[in-house]
């Protein structure tokens, strides 16, 4: 237990050293005010750039609150699990490759305990810049368009980075045997983008899918209730997160 | 082009823009390698707004 606090305080030093604790959660938060100033704007923003003709009428209803928030988990869907693959690859590839991973582990450090200090450290930091850029969307959007209980937003917040985690921990189990970091995030983007296409197409038979998060975060945040399958999803999400990252823990290294 | 913009909305949006870039900029002054040349990387940072300080975090520093 000491040796891995020791590990999770590396982490988050070098984390804070190469920024990614500011630049992440920031990213993030940007993400999460354009979208409900966007929509807010949307109607101007037609008015003024489209070239009609003159009389043209285009009446664009301002959207409810709820779907402005939904709206904003499809943000994360595309460029934030881009920029956390992203920032996240090297998270065990480019140490190996450098031979940092040797320099650990010649010391008396279990390699399982190596790998969840890195699990952890990067599962946290997303956390926080979800919830952060999630808070930061709910405020614009009750400042612009309408009221929206907040509990709702932390439920769905935390529904949506369940599907978050599994990502994460996709990225940590490719990171952990892969060569090249950009192989590690090309082969998880392309898996979540897999996943995400079965699951619009196939609905039917891909209740289990861990994207069916996203719908029943953004059902909660449209409806005010979740619609759709949850618990199912939510018990192969948890299954696969746990098998990805054992086997991510206890593959010895073999370079 | 009458558009009316409330900065005090926007006013969060530029300083979170600001400090990005100034922050990738520090970086960039204090690191000696980077993927391509330095010069480029500072256009970068300052023209593509957003995308410009995120891509140097990604792709531009040099893991160590």
Known sequence: MKTWLVLFRKEWLEMIRNYKVIWIPLAFVLFGLLQPITSYYMPEILKNAGNLPNGAVIKIPIPLSGEVLAQTLGQYNQMGILVLVLAFMGIIASERKSGMTKAILVKPVGYSSYITAKWTSAVLLSAGAIFLSMAASWYYTVLLIGDFPFMNVVKGASIFFIWILFLITLTVFFSSFLKSSGLVAAFTLLLSILVTLLTSLLGKWMEWSPYQLTNAAATLFTAGRIEGPFLLPLITTVILTVLLLSLAATRKSNS | MN?????????????????????ALIDLSKTEKTNGPKWMWVLIILFLEVLGPISYFIIGRKQS
């Open chain 2, 3 to 23: 558009f009316h913009i409330n900065w005090a909305l926007v006013a969060p949006i530029i300083a979170i823009q600001a400090i990005l870039v100034i922050i």
